[in-house]
């Protein structure tokens, strides 16, 4: 009776050696993340589906759980987190008295959302956060951390090129209100400059325009506003004065602070565009996009910025906080799809022992043992055929090492599986050391 | 607006400290699989519902996935995965034709279950699975490794002393042949097998005689059988002769053939004990139990066995598997509870920049980027109050190094935060250096 097989699509899994790439790709990231003094954390997949409606996503792209063939027995609706930064600020919320502030920390988990799957687009994608949270006040220098960071992440990767957008919000607020659009509003016209790249113009004045009290003039200024951009060379041209509101000169007031806390070899990578607005609604001071120049059909590949409300909504003082995140699984898809990084090893073993004879097997087994507590990783053929295809095995997983063993005294006769080569080793001791020396 | 704030019964999440702790116990698990040469590889949390029936669990315990607030889209059932042998076995058919055999794969992942939260039980917790499958054949050599792998993972947790439970479905499955029970009743035989030792002979033998013709002799037999164990020095009293079924023997055989291939070093934590069973009824060779000695009250912390049809089931060849199971949110609520690992350190900083005053900031920056090319995760201090402020947060966190910024030539003084030592070093690289021996 044959069971049905299918992939799922939008739920990725990888080869075992894109899964060894997955890893390399994490722990570049983490070593970075922990490089800045982050602590690991992780919470659960799932939250009360109140505490995830709250904030900033739609509805009909969030997961909701129901025990299977259980009657509704009254206990709170649970769903599917879809990112990391709203579960982070209600376990800071949690666990206040027992965190230490500013509390710092690094998070990589999956995440989920019903979307239709497309390119680098997925249902269940792994996301890799950092954030930094305080008590009261949180100056701007830990924003300009948080961009270090981001760039120094991106960086690290080594997929590629890079570019890091910045705006601020209050930018955008301002220019809202100094256009007198309705407060109602402000969450509509934050999704439409999010999508204003993506389609355009045009569209985009249609959509100000069908937005109740929408009017040309506001519309068009609006656009303009959202057209401007400054790179990395011409940063320094930021100007208060152009624009009216004391919100929005804020907000440029604090870009150029955070730039200038930024070491100035990370900054050929940033640029400022006032038309950058992210798609989650809880923003509210500076934001952060990354894109891979040469890979522009992949869009963001991550991005953060400054939320001042997300963990007080849930307590009586404030506690704002600033966080980025990096999208995993759209980068692999991306360095999957370009082949970017080298996938040669299909497994963690350094050195297969052959085993030429079932009668062998107790002592090849043993030989193993002192091998591994050599510190190398070693694996026993499972069965004793022909010499040869134990060797096409280790070939075909990328083992560098095959051991042949042999009776007689404690010389290893160890072969090269890339070379051919075959050297004479004393000792268990010395063939560890040269296996871990070739794999240094 | 408070929104509310409440812990989710038997979905754990740690403190910093405590997440610490739980990084440390994976990774003592990960080096001994990977001393094996066994590969990393994950699969989604979600699988088809279908897939998930099919095999093992109590269909009330699954959690099925909604989109929320979505109309019903004929879409196929989904639902998050119970344990990760499941899974991994539809992989491994899924891939069949871009995997090598014998594939040797671990997997570390969350699971979840809808059952009542208790000590140890949670409703979404890690398992830290590793596996062997191969086609056509796999070697009793396969099942020893797995065993002594169990041996060595739970040794390398030094959570504590334990035994390893060794038994064969085959000798259970002879049994119930040669004591005639109903094939129909296997299942729920091996259910109250399973249960027999939590709640006693007398409620199991009313068990077995509620059953579709169950007589008295065959209970009692069955029952003395299940009460025979052999602790590692009689193991070697295993005998074919005590049973009648010709499955049991064939079960008893192996079981003599897997611990001859095990390394004498690793026998003393293992014992056969006739009246193991394992819930999950995938099995069909050798299972495989562990258990901490000391904390009895916590159960099984891992276990294991042969599975020869659960990725056959969807495949016209067969492709037989085994493998072992460790439940690492169990072990960690039993080191949290017992205070069993050290749980000093919240952060991953090695040293903190102490920041005098904001004049000083970008420069203080400038420093911790140099000392983190060095190697040594460097965290600025956000704000600059008085010194004693800051050296109280990394004695807090347990950062064990501060270093006080000084402008005057390259001079850095650092702080040993345990012992109030001061040191003068001589440029950033020997001041890296002193914290880096500190923290091997």
Redesign the interface.
Known sequence: ????????SG??????EE??VE?ELCNRVRKVY??????????????????L??KGVE????????????EPDGEPG???HFDLTVPFA??T???LN???F????YQLQ?V?R?ERPQKGRF??FYQFDAD?V?RE???L??DA?MV?LFVKALKATEVGEFEVVLNNRKILLGLFESLKFQPAVFSELTTIIDKREKIGDEASRELLLALEGGSESQSDELLEAASRSFSAASVGQLREEDFSSDVSKTGVRELQEII??I?E?LRENISVHYGLARGLDYYTGIIIEGRFSQYPEFGSVGGGGRYDGLVS????TSVPGVGISLGISRMMDLILRHKLFPTVQ?????L?VTVLGEDD??RC??LA?EL?NEG?????F??SPKLGKQID?AA??G?PYVLFYEETGSTLRLKNVNTGEQTEYEGVREAAKAVRRASD
């Not at 509805?59 to 259980?70: D, F, I, M, P, V």
């Not at 500013?102 to 920390?105: E, G, L, Y």
């Not at 909504?313 to 009586?316: E, G, P």
């Open positions: 009776m044959a069971s049905k097989l299918s992939k799922l739920f990725p899994e990888w080869l075992p899964q060894l890893r922990e490089s800045h003094g982050f602590t690991p954390v992780e919470t659960p997949a799932v939250e009360l589906m109140e505490t409606l709250a509805g009909k792209e969030l997961y909701g759980l129901q025990r299977y063939g259980a649970l769903g599917l209600r376990y919320a949690l666990h027992d965190l230490d500013p509390f710092r920390r999956k989920w019903g249902r269940e930094v305080a006040m949180l100056p220098c830990c951390e270090s200038a806390l070491p070899s909504q849930y307590l009586k299909k497994s963690c073993s350094e297969l097997r107790s087994i043993q043992e591994r190398i990783n070693v694996e026993v499972y069965k095995y075909k997983k083992i």
